[in-house]
C-alpha cells in the first residue's frame, strides 16, 4: 500500500541534543508538511516544501530545520530541543489541492 | 489567534443515532473545508470535504453543512456506529493548500 511512514514511532532526547525525525512516501507527492501537535491542542503548521521549495511558517522557531533530499524523503532536524519542544510530529504529504495524507506521527520526549 | 475552533471537547452518542461536530471560523480568505478522522496511536485520516461554493458534499453515513455567512460547517454521522469513535479534526485552507486544524473533538459511540 502507498503510504507515508514516520521513524521513529517514538524518540527521547535530551535538553539540547540535537535531534532528526524522518519521513518517507511511496505516493511520489509533490508537497510534503511537517505538522507539530502538543497534547489536546490542533496540529500546527511548522513548514513545507513543493518539490524543491522550502517554505516556512512565519512562527516558527529557528530551531527547527528541515531537509528533503529527494521526492520520497523529509527529515526535521530541532538543534537544541528544549522541554517545550515536546510533543507529536506529523509529516504529511499531498499533491497540489487535494486533501493531505499523514504518517502515524513520532512521539518527541525531552528528558 | 485561533482561526479554527471546534468548541466540544467531546461528544457522547447512543450507537444508531445522529452524531452532529461542529466546527467556526474566522478567516473569511478559507475557501475548502475538510474533516479528519484520527484514530489513537495512528495519524489522521482524511474524511470528507466541502468547497465553498457548495453548502453540502455527502459521502455514505457522512454529510459535511457549510454555512457560509455564520462561517460554521458540521459533520453529521448517521447512523454512528461504535468504530465511529475517535477524534474529529475539522479543517481549512486557503491558498496554498496549507491547513489550519481546530483542536478536535473526541466521538464516543456508545453501543
Known amino acids: 500500500d502507498a503510504m507515508v511512514i514516520q521513524n521513529p514511532r517514538y524518540q527521547v532526547t535530551q535538553f539540547g541534543k540535537p535531534v532528526t525525525l524522518s519521513c518517507s512516501q511511496t505516493?511520489?507527492?509533490?508537497?510534503m508538511y511537517w505538522y507539530q501537535q502538543k497534547s489536546s491542542q490542533a496540529p500546527k503548521l511548522l513548514f513545507h516544501y513543493y518539490d524543491k521549495d522550502f517554505n516556512n511558517e512565519a512562527d516558527t522557531p529557528d530551531n527547527f530545520q528541515s531537509r528533503r533530499p529527494n521526492t520520497s524523503f523529509c527529515f526535521l532536524d530541532i538543534r537544541s530541543p528544549g522541554l517545550g519542544d515536546a510533543a507529536m510530529y506529523l509529516c504529511?504529504?499531498?499533491?497540489?489541492?487535494?486533501?493531505?495524507?499523514f504518517g502515524d506521527g513520532t512521539r518527541l520526549s525531552i528528558l | 489567534d485561533q482561526q479554527v475552533k471546534q468548541n466540544s471537547p467531546s461528544l457522547s452518542v447512543q450507537e444508531g443515532r445522529i452524531s452532529i461536530l461542529n466546527c467556526d471560523y474566522t478567516?473569511?480568505?478559507?475557501?475548502?473545508f475538510l474533516w479528519y478522522k484520527k484514530y489513537p496511536a495512528e495519524g489522521p485520516t482524511f474524511l470528507i470535504s466541502i468547497s465553498s461554493i457548495k453548502d453540502k458534499n455527502e459521502d455514505g453515513r457522512f454529510t459535511v453543512f457549510l454555512n457560509k455567512s455564520a462561517k460554521h460547517l458540521s459533520l453529521h454521522i448517521v447512523p454512528s456506529q461504535p468504530g465511529d469513535s475517535a477524534v474529529y479534526f475539522c479543517?481549512?485552507?486557503?491558498?496554498?493548500?496549507?491547513?489550519?486544524f481546530g483542536a478536535g473533538t473526541i466521538l464516543r459511540v456508545k453501543s
Open positions: 479543517a481549512a485552507s486557503g491558498y496554498g493548500n496549507k491547513l489550519v
Open positions: 505516493l511520489n507527492h509533490n508537497v
Open positions: 478567516n473569511s480568505m478559507f475557501d475548502y
Open positions: 504529511a504529504t499531498s499533491r497540489p489541492d487535494q486533501p493531505q495524507h
